[in-house]
């Protein structure tokens, strides 16, 4: 698999992670996830994951530039609207969501936001990483000793010596 297939399933990954994981807490009550919050914000980022998972799979990268702007725009988008609401500028969304003015002013931010952001950052870095293969063929390659290099510069001078020294 290469790297950029890697980080870009993991990105997909976050995503759907982050969409199910705690995004906002009101004290006293429990923690609201980005699902509970905004039903259509997370059908779309499980959609635009979803597709930035089938983009992986068929080598599509630079389409994976738009599903990760999408996601980021969405994610940025619903943390300006909640962060807002929670500051008491739209109290009457905050009621209509279930909060109050007095539980939207002790109510505090979570983890979940982290991990939308990360996994949409992820998936637009995937056209940028290059398509080397990440198996261990390539780490036990890398990790071979160096030679000294009066070893290394014998054996180019004189190849048909057959020494085989490490």
Request: aromatic share 8%; with cysteine; proline share 4%.
């Amino acid at each position: 698999m290469t790297r950029n297939r890697i980080v870009g399933l993991l990105g997909s990954g976050l995503l759907v992670v982050g969409i199910f994981s705690p995004v906002f807490k009101i004290p006293g009550a429990k923690a609201l996830t980005f699902f509970e919050s905004g039903i259509v914000d997370a059908v779309g980022l499980i959609g635009l994951s979803i597709l930035s998972a089938i983009f992986l799979f068929a080598r599509n990268y630079r389409a994976l530039l738009f599903t990760g702007i999408g996601s980021l725009a969405i994610t940025v988008n619903m943390l300006a609207y909640y962060h807002a609401q929670l500051l008491g500028t739209k109290t009457a969304e905050a009621v209509n969501t279930g909060l109050t003015q007095a539980g939207a002013a002790r109510a505090q931010l979570q983890w979940g936001w982290g991990l939308l952001v990360l996994g949409s950052i992820l998936i637009m870095a995937c056209p940028l990483i290059s398509e080397e293969r990440f198996d261990e063929a390539t780490v036990s390659s890398r990790s071979r000793p160096v030679q000294p290099v009066s070893v290394a510069r014998d054996n180019a001078m004189n190849p048909s010596s057959g020494r085989s020294e490490p």
